[in-house]
């Protein structure tokens, strides 16, 4: 997913809010996140790419603090947090810009990523990943008035404008448009929509759950989902996973029994309930 990986509080999704760019942490983010505590698992998620993750100002029972007014929830955050219980452990989510990530991650700023994260090669260079702990699917979102609300192939975004988030597979697989105008990646993927909405763009990549998100707040848009070998190549792609540190081998392996006990119905029930609750904010 993001590689496979619309932040939206995507809702919150276009204003708010993920598969970004980042610094461990910012100042409102808990104090004690750069230190190592074998009692907490500090995840790192960016916090804004609903329904994966996304921040709020009210508490709730699946929510966590990230700052001294602020909270972050989502399929994620009740991920992490199932990890971190079955680990005995406290979890603290750490916000962090999708960018800085890995190397919040390699210099011990974070002791895991659980943030919509695909296992690629070129990541599994520098860090390790878990098995997938949730599989989507790749779609693009559009306009529902435009010429490409009716299509059923990629091929037919051919000669129109196409955008994903920068460092993520989204952006990467635009080029399996033959003839597609490639737009410059956004920042994020409340920037993508907003693109997409004001009409700079024909379609945003995009996968499916937060896609799911994105159109359900904003009913000018729709997601398309594509005919059987119409669409994105590689489907193995729309997984996300966990990353651990290659330092940490015994975390990995820990995390990894943790979250063989969790079983497809029940992810895809706290995927179900995220898209529910996710913020409903747009433009």
């Not at 992490?80 to 079955?86: F, Q």
């Not at 920068?166 to 952006?171: E, K, Q």
């Not at 994105?232 to 995390?255: C, H, P, R, W, Y």
């Amino acid at each position: 997913m993001n590689a496979t990986r619309t932040s939206m509080a995507l809702a919150a999704v276009l204003l708010l809010a993920g598969c970004g760019s980042s610094e461990p942490a910012s100042s409102d983010t808990p104090a004690d996140s750069s230190s190592s505590d074998s009692s907490v698992l500090r995840v790192g998620m960016e916090c804004n790419y609903a329904p994966f993750n996304w921040t709020q100002t009210e508490d709730s029972d699946t929510a966590q603090p990230i700052t001294s007014v602020d909270y972050c929830d989502g399929y994620d955050v009740v991920i992490a947090t199932k990890i971190a219980e079955g680990l005995g452990r406290e979890v603290e989510i750490v916000k962090t810009d999708w960018d800085n990530l890995i190397p919040s991650l390699t210099n011990n700023t974070i002791d895991a990523i659980i943030a919509g994260m695909t296992d690629t090669p070129e990541r599994r260079e520098t860090v390790n990943f878990t098995t997938p702990y949730y599989v989507s699917e790749e779609v693009v979102i559009v306009r529902g008035d435009s010429d490409v609300a009716g299509i059923t192939s990629i091929s037919e975004l051919s000669g129109k404008k196409v955008v994903g988030q920068m460092g993520t597979l989204y952006d990467t697989i635009i080029d399996q448009i033959e003839g597609v105008i490639h737009v410059e990646a956004a920042t994020d993927f409340p920037a993508a929509i907003n693109a997409l909405q004001h009409g700079d763009v024909d379609a945003v990549t995009s996968e499916l759950p937060v896609a799911i998100g994105v159109t359900s707040a904003n009913p000018d848009l729709k997601y398309i989902q594509f005919e059987a070998g119409k669409g994105f190549a590689g489907e193995e792609d729309a997984t996300v996973s966990i990353a651990v540190s290659k330092e940490n081998a015994e975390l990995q392996a820990q995390i990894q029994s943790v979250l063989d006990t969790i079983s497809e119905d029940e992810r895809a029930e706290i995927m179900g309930a995220a898209v529910e609750r996710q913020p409903a904010v747009s433009e």
